[in-house]
């Protein structure tokens, strides 16, 4: 008769089946830790709509724009706007063109915004210029509300004598937003640049600002400025500082992925190495079962948890100043050097069809080599529900969001966790 054999061993009891064991009880908390921690990363598999969209910081910062318009304008308490050409000791003019929307306005709450909180220095260093962007300026529920002339420094109004006014009737009447907002803007941008300011910022209508979002942005624009000065012979012009973006577009986006691909083959071979080496050391305990579970099971997982955690997550933007060549979205505040805007509304003047964004992008990659600076996280939370350009449930609505919520900086609402500690540029 045959010798019966012996019993096999457990599964868990052998080498393969133990590395089972200890991977699982690493990789299933990582899974948890994923899940709440991440929900706020618009990158992330782990993104949470309800919580990531949740606004904490920028209902505070609404509240203190109303009580800066209702107790610098109604009260008539605030500050006394400069006469026009007093430019002394002016750094920054800010152009907001606004149109009237249906339902809800913002506007209001966006000059609200800028001003609450600024010392008479600061406020002194800015003028503001409001644009009723419309040919009909009674069409804005704005125009007859005593904050829009008390808060701003000049309410710019279209008429009759401008040489472009039948075409701005012909546009409204066609409802052509692109033409008609790259006038508005260009139009704006004119009249900040007669100004005299060295930088000029163009600011959304339905945006929200930090409480520091002035000297932060004046922080920002003396290192750029001092980058560039630095590295006169290498470095290019400069177009803009962003004082927004969306992260939704900051993910691992495909012309990174042949460099992804190399670093991920890069480990799969390190492993394998060192896990070979481990195994002519000690043979009984790294056979080539957990070899092979380590680069076809273990370590794949762990990539894909990686990138399923988040580009922002595993990879977040140093707070501070950053250059964002890509994936800026979008133009809801730009601020330009002055030396750069008569280029800008020629381009903007020139250009067949696109928004703002997309012809300043265009052109600042074409060739021109114009950097783009951003400050992270954003100075400006976008929170208009509608468009100005019509109602924009499309194609890219989700999450019961219209795509003109989907335009929201999720960096902005750590400002209510403290300010974030920047880093200076080199």
Known sequence: MKA??????????????????????????????????????????????????????????EQQALVEVVESAYNH?????????????????????????????????????????????????????????????ELHPAIDEPWLRVLSDEVLLYDDRNPYFDQLIKWEADRNFLAKGRFDYAFTLSHCLASGAPYVAIIEDDTLAAEDWYQRTIEALEQVQNYHH???????????????????????????????????????VMTVMVLYLLHQW?????????ILAFTGIYIPALIILYLAAGRLSMQPLTPGVVQMPNYGCCAQGLVFPRHIVPDVIQRLGSANGGFVDQTLEQWAAEGDGLARWAVVPSLLQHIGAHSS?????GVKAE????????????GFESYGQGRPQAQNID
């Open 399 to 410: 999450w019961g969001r219209s795509v003109a919520q989907k335009i929201w900086s999720f």
């Open 4 to 61: 019966s054999k012996g019993k096999a061993r457990p599964f868990l009891s052998t080498p393969v089946g133990l590395s089972l064991v200890i991977f699982l009880s690493i990789f299933l908390p990582l899974i948890h830790h994923c899940r709440h921690t991440y929900f706020r990363d618009p990158t992330s598999a782990f993104f949470d709509p309800v919580r990531g969209y949740e606004r904490s910081y920028s209902l505070e910062r």
């Open 389 to 393: 350009k019509g109602d924009d449930f």
């Open 230 to 268: 630095r590295h006169l012979v290498t470095s290019t012009d400069w177009i803009y500082l962003r004082l927004f973006f969306t992260e939704e577009f900051l993910g691992w986006n495909i012309e990174e992925w042949p460099a992804f691909l190399a670093q991920t083959i890069a480990i799969e």
């Open 282 to 290: 000690l043979p009984r305990y790294i056979p080539h079962s957990v």
């Open 77 to 137: 308490d605030g500050f006394v706007p400069s006469p026009v050409g007093d430019d002394r000791g002016l750094r920054m003019c800010i152009g907001i063109a606004t149109v009237a929307r249906e339902g809800e306005q913002y506007v209001q709450r966006t000059v609200g915004s800028l001003l609450a909180g600024l010392n008479e220095t600061q406020r002194s260093e800015i003028r503001l210029l409001t644009l009723i962007a419309h040919t009909t300026p």
